[in-house]
């Protein structure tokens, strides 16, 4: 049983890179799990709050207008219309009437014209 | 004989309201593995020092049949008590009486409480386990709950205020301890929140445990809105006692000295700390070689674990240490570590306890998702804590202090009283290697070796930079000693500056980076 609990408390030392110096230490659970940053693309839309997918008014292949409504998500009793940001094609739509996403999921892939 | 009746029958009242919610509910309470509200403060007071008020206070609820219920001091049990014989202001929510919920005369007995701990000047610790919001006293317990929090604001930095979470404690509950100075979490026993798992369930779909929503590991691990963590709520009470040896009752106070001890021999100060500033060593050991009886008292042990706080005495005096640790994401200032070292300063700094800052750290944590998450904000507030301190600040830079970093660590030029410096201590704008390639960059690139160049140049720098004499040669360092002889310098330092008086321009209050 002891060595069970050595084994378990052994904790690499990792290598920490700052201003070119690397530094021998350990790593915080939260570092480790630090989201990385995924840059913004206009041609995805993501949900930006968790909420209920209330209507969704385009299909795939769809021409859409910038500014014309994609979809309705409703969060917090609000129901908030999501417009596209472009001009271009529905590639793909991700989502049905009547779902619950949560923050960030992908809801429709649009393509520039 | 009727005064012999009378005292019988307030024996007898007594006894009922003693019992709380009755034995079935103290079954329960006992059976989630809880002790009751009274067992709660008996062992957390000294024996037979618990003296209650409002025993037999009713609630005044009319609505929903509410008036044909008994709830037996509704639900909160208030008082005042000693601790190693110093006065208290106690409060402990009692679940077994519906729920613990907070009605309005539940939420009157404790603001008495908070009244007299806030006139008599002394610490108040209020013991959390409540369902909520009564729902059926509607807007009257709301009223009372923000009767609460505008205490803990008006008695914030004039009375320590401690806050345990001994049940659940969720919505807008959780806002009382937050607002408090120390917050304890028991394992399996704490929950706080905002949204339950109920909600979040109906909103997102997704499914979460109270426990992993907000047990007492998140909070001490993750969230960083608890200060202590125990296993067991003994264990806890012990931790409550041991803070309160360590705290003033009041900001006019200073707090209690001990007998000076020595620290255990097995704190060898000068074996601790390796000489190549990239290597890792635990520098809460550096602390305890330093400190009265090797006694350190650490706070938020588990949450931004790559700085330390915590309270120690030396020469029996209260002393608030913050510290970078290497031995944990190399000792950066980061969003959170910059958020607990900030708290704790002004913590200190209210309860006139000296501060010993330990520096070694290579700059700030480097990555879009600190600079996004405001790590400029939340840096700016060790500025401004450091800089608007006024108690004695002693500054020990042990190795690296480079850059930001240096200027943000209790530097001279924030106002310390007292800079020490190891030997060992590197005080530049930049690490050596990052200095020499930017200083040389052109030389690194125009060498027919420019690797070895590169390392050439960095010697250069490291020698006639990483050091401490360069800053010692502008005064900003007082004194460069050797690792043994830093407890004696402290010690001293601490003794002239105990009647340290300052004070900066008159102000209603600053507008610091919250």
């Known amino acids: 049983m002891n060595e069970d609990k050595t084994k378990q408390k052994k904790v690499r030392f990792k290598s920490l890179v700052i201003e070119g110096t690397k530094y021998r230490t350990y790593f915080t659970r939260k570092f480790e799990n630090r989201k990385p940053r995924i840059p913004e693309n206009p041609q995805y839309i993501l949900s930006f709050i968790p909420g209920l997918i209330l209507k969704v008014f385009v299909s795939n292949g769809q021409k859409v207008k910038e500014g014309q409504d994609l979809l309705v998500l409703e969060a917090m009793k609000m129901k908030n219309r999501i417009k596209s940001p472009l001009t271009g094609t529905v590639k793909a739509v991700h989502v049905k009437e009547g779902v619950k996403v949560p923050k960030g999921l992908l809801l429709i892939e649009l393509e520039k014209e | ?514």
């Open chain 2, 1 to 514: 004989m009727p005064l012999k009746r009378k005292i019988k029958e307030l024996q007898k009242r007594r006894q009922e309201v003693l019992l709380g919610g009755g034995e079935k509910a103290i079954e329960k309470q006992i059976a989630m593995g809880k002790l009751t509200a009274r067992e709660r403060i008996r062992k957390i007071l000294d024996d037979d020092s618990f003296h209650e008020y409002d025993l037999f206070v009713e609630h005044e609820a009319r609505d929903f049949n509410m008036d044909k219920k008994i709830l037996h001091g509704d639900g909160v049990i208030i008082g005042t008590g000693t601790i190693y014989g110093e006065p208290v202001c106690i409060f402990a929510q009692d679940f077994t009486v519906a729920g613990g919920s907070l009605g309005m005369m539940h939420a009157r007995k404790i603001t008495k409480i908070m009244d007299h701990a806030l006139k008599m000047r002394m610490p108040l610790i209020g013991i959390n386990d409540s369902g909520g919001a009564r729902i059926q006293e509607g807007v009257n317990s709301l009223a009372g709950y923000g009767e609460i929090f505008f205490r803990n604001t008006l008695s914030s930095g004039v009375i320590p205020q401690i806050s345990v979470i001994l049940g659940p404690c969720a919505g807008g509950a959780v806002y009382s301890p937050a607002l408090t100075d120390f917050v304890f979490v028991v394992d399996k026993i704490s929950k706080m929140f905002i949204t339950g798992p109920e909600v979040i369930k109906t909103v997102l779909g997704e499914e979460i445990s109270m426990e992993d929503l907000g047990g007492a590991h998140v909070h001490s691990e993750i969230s960083g809105n608890a200060h202590f963590y125990a296993e067991s709520e003994e264990e806890c009470f012990e931790q409550i006692k041991k803070l309160i040896t360590f705290i003033p009752r009041n900001n006019t106070h200073k707090p209690r000295t001990f007998e000076t001890r020595e620290p255990k021999n097995e704190f060898q100060i000068e074996k601790i700390v390796p000489g190549d500033p990239t290597q890792p060593y635990d520098v809460r050991d550096v602390v305890r070689a330093i400190v009265d009886d090797s006694d350190f008292f650490e706070i938020q042990e588990k949450w931004a674990r790559n700085l330390v706080i915590g309270f120690g005495r030396m020469g029996g005096r209260t002393v608030g240490f913050v510290c970078n640790q290497p031995l944990v994401l190399a000792g950066v200032l980061d969003v959170d570590s910059s958020d607990k070292a900030a708290r704790f300063i002004r913590y200190c700094d209210a309860f006139n306890i000296p501060i010993v800052t330990l520096v070694d750290l290579p700059g700030y944590l480097p990555g879009a998702d600190q600079e996004h998450a405001g790590v400029i904000r939340h840096g700016a507030k060790v500025l401004y804590a450091y800089s608007e301190a006024t108690v004695p600040k002693m500054t020990v830079i042990l190795r690296k202090a480079y850059g930001g970093g240096y200027i943000a660590m209790s530097s001279r030029h924030l106002r310390a009283d007292f800079v020490f410096a190891w030997p060992t201590a590197e005080i530049a704008v930049m690490g050596p290697e990052g200095a020499a390639n930017i200083i040389f960059r052109k030389e690194i690139s125009e060498a027919k070796d420019p690797e070895k160049m590169r390392k050439q140049k960095v010697r250069e720098y490291k020698e006639k930079f990483a050091n401490p004499y360069v800053a010692a040669a502008k005064g900003y360092i007082d004194s460069v000693i050797e690792p043994e002889e830093t407890r004696k310098l402290l010690l001293h330092a601490i003794e002239v500056s105990a009647s340290k008086a300052i004070s900066g321009p008159k102000k209603k209050h600053g507008v610091p980076p919250f």
